[in-house]
């Protein structure tokens, strides 16, 4: 299936170094190769042994048209070796060789693993690929938005499992994964002992999708220290497993102190009613909007919530550079307008309030508020 990255980092690569990241089996290492089927190409991986040696020895193929280079987040000191590989590219380049295309991929954020190393800066173009979207199933699979939508809730947006022939497929290749990331990726920044502390926790995440979470609380049932659970959702975040959605304030350093809201990147995956995974797949979407954005353009995009102390609570707040643009509430059927959406509505008036219904026959406005089919809101986004 092509991907909504395809021509744009082939156009990046043309130019600079392209770091692609994203989690695992996302489909990065399927579309590097998409990218290289017209040309030759390389693959080397970190996690190979004769990848590796080849990878330290730095003896690949120079004349290639593309390298894709996958997992070197892995080697000691990469950010050091990946400036002297694409310093060394100029070079050649200058001696009459012609421009070798460099893909490096990763199935961890690169900018929080191992971060000790000299700068790229100027030399990369960055993308996140996520999963596949309700805009990716009408583009490229022909199908109606409402149906994508259906479609996404029920088996996630990781291409093996969304794209497979039956459920049980999907249902196999879940408990393969996720056993697998516990088990294999987190080792990468834990120790052994503490994997099974690990899996408690992300079962326990499970169950608290769209919540404010109180890691104070959580800590307590695992009887571990709150330190040491906020470095293991820290990891959770770094191997793309689930991502933090911060509440809103314009004090950045008072947001942080305030409790965040968790939700998975395979929605499939998430423990609760038709609304928590509705909102779950709502809020991976709007991350992958606001990613795409924030890649492409060169801008501050965020994803945020607001909550007051009344306990009223805007379930998403998409921010540019640092100012308001839309302010979404997610309902699986029509409903009146909560008071907390209709105040800060009429708080936030530059912005676009949104009551996103899972089925809605008409689109409304009431009092400020756009009340919206959500299926087709959601293939009208950016990515």
Known sequence: MKRYLDFVIQKDLDSKLVILTGPRQVGKTTLSRHLATQDGYQYLNWDIPNDRQILQAGSWDTKVPLLIFDEIHKMPNWKTWLKGVADARISRQAQG????????????????????????????????LHPISVKELVSYQGMSAEAALDHLMLRGGFPEPCLASTELEANRW???YFTDLVREDVLEFSRIHEISAMRTFVEMLRDRVGSPLSLASMARDLQI???????YLEILEALYIVFVVHPWHQNIARSLLQAPKVYFYDTAYVRGDEGIRFENAVANMLLK???YLEDSLGQAHGLHYIRNKEGG???????QQEQITHLIECKLSKSSISKTLRTKAAQFSQAEAIQLTRTLDQTENREGVWLKK????????AA
Not at 112 to 121: D, F, K, P
Not at 225 to 231: G, I
Not at 313 to 319: A, G, N, R, S, Y
Not at 374 to 381: I, Q, V
Request: aromatic share 12%; proline share 2%.
């Open 225 to 231: 220290s709150s330190p040491t659970l906020k470095k």
């Open 374 to 381: 959500a299926s087709d809101w959601l293939n009208e986004l």
């Open 313 to 319: 609570e805007i379930d998403f707040v998409l921010t």
């Open 174 to 176: 879940r408990q393969q």
């Open 289 to 291: 909007h606001s990613n």
């Open 97 to 128: 060789e012609s421009f070798q295309k460099i893909l490096v991929t990763g199935s961890a954020r690169m900018d929080t693993y191992r971060q000790t190393g000299e700068s790229l800066a100027g030399r990369y173009f960055a993308w996140r």
